[in-house]
């Protein structure tokens, strides 16, 4: 089945820096590719998502890359805020169908004042 | 719209017992997956219901079961409860539930604590 690795597991930033979560994943059919922000105590949230057919996706501060060769895409959060603090989940489907996403172990993202 | 709503929000239980848990999509959303949250495994796809068929499963042992009725609304079973049972069961409900084309919403999660 599908396996998907995140990197890193915590992530400590400056107020106002960027800050890169990286994940690989392993079935070349995957084709979609979300990442969702939890914050403690509250539901996973979608902050945004790539298809395979696109490389690059913005969205204000937020941006996702894919390389579909290389099997890996990030997420890239610019001048980082501190309501950023959460943990950051990147997820895979399994390649089409009605297959459930398979997760990323999660990156605790924390935004030092 | 209201969102992705599960209950109960909580639930303590003891080994041995069963538990059913509920989720209600967002209006419109025919497709509802479930997904187990623990600190140790991280987030696990149960299984995917649409139109009130099971459509795709995941590798959870038979004791983990599920439904979903012909207003969309999904419940979830677990039987003979165990310790590691312990977790937030997330639902997450999408359009068609088509991967690579739907997003999945999350509900709040149902807390189940087994003692």
């Known amino acids: 089945g599908e396996n998907v690795e995140q990197h890193p597991s915590t992530l400590s930033v400056q107020e106002g820096d960027s800050a890169v979560i990286k994940c690989t994943y392993s079935d070349s059919a995957s084709n979609y590719f979300p990442w969702y922000k939890q914050e403690l105590g509250k539901r996973p949230q979608l902050i945004i998502d790539?298809?395979?057919?696109?490389g690059e996706k913005k969205d204000q501060r937020i941006a996702v890359t894919l390389n579909k060769t290389a099997k890996h895409f990030s997420l890239h959060i610019t001048e980082t805020q501190p309501e950023d603090s959460a943990v950051y989940f990147c997820a895979v489907s399994a390649g089409g169908g009605a297959d459930g996403l398979t997760f990323g172990k999660g990156t605790h993202l924390i935004i030092q004042p | 719209k209201a969102g992705v709503t599960q209950t109960p929000r909580y639930l303590i239980k003891t080994r041995g017992q069963q538990v059913t848990l509920s989720c209600s999509p967002i209006s419109g959303h025919r497709s509802v997956s479930w997904y187990q949250q623990t600190p140790g495994q991280g987030l696990q796809f149960l299984f995917e219901y649409f139109s009130e068929t099971q459509r795709n499963k995941g590798n959870f042992p038979g004791r983990f079961s599920g439904r979903q009725f012909s207003n969309s609304r999904s419940e979830m079973n677990v039987s003979t409860l165990e310790l590691g049972d312990s977790a937030l069961y997330l639902c997450?409900?999408?359009?068609?539930?088509?991967?690579?084309?739907?997003?999945?919403?999350f509900g709040p999660g149902t807390r189940l604590t087994v003692l």
């Open positions: 790539i298809r395979s057919n696109v």
């Open positions: 997450a409900s999408s359009l068609d539930g088509l991967a690579g084309v739907d997003t999945q919403y």
